[in-house]
């Protein structure tokens, strides 16, 4: 089993910056795709961006421009670079890794990011 650890969250006045980390207890690159999800009180788990092993990425529309998803993978390490924060982006942010040949992902424990305004 994969653990991940995140790590980076805290409470920030918005247009803040925040640098989100997940270490992994594996390779990192022994996954197809690296993710980071949000969930805010009441709503849904959302992907936020993700890394894949071809070094693709993707982002939620409401991050586009703002967050950047990157990796390390000597330091088996996923990073969430948050700028320009907004009340909307509060929510306990998680770390996924997922293999594609099985049903399911490892998560973390998440951590918390809010966003004042």
């Known amino acids: 089993q994969v653990q991940l650890v995140e790590s980076g969250g805290g409470l920030v006045q918005a247009g803040g910056s925040l640098r989100l980390s997940c270490a992994a207890s594996?390779?990192?690159?022994?996954?197809?795709?690296m993710g980071w999800y949000r969930q805010a009180p009441g709503k849904q788990r959302e992907l936020v961006a993700g890394i894949s092993s071809d070094s693709s990425t993707n982002y939620a529309d409401s991050v586009k421009g703002r967050f950047t998803i990157s990796r390390d993978n000597a330091k088996n390490t996923v990073y969430l670079k948050m700028n320009s924060l907004k009340p909307e982006d509060t929510g306990a942010y998680y770390c996924?890794?997922?293999?594609?040949?099985?049903?399911?992902?490892?998560w973390g424990q998440g951590t918390q990011v809010t966003v004042s305004s």
């Open positions: 996924n890794a997922k293999r594609y040949s099985v049903s399911y992902g490892y």
């Open positions: 594996a390779s990192i690159s022994s996954f197809n795709v």
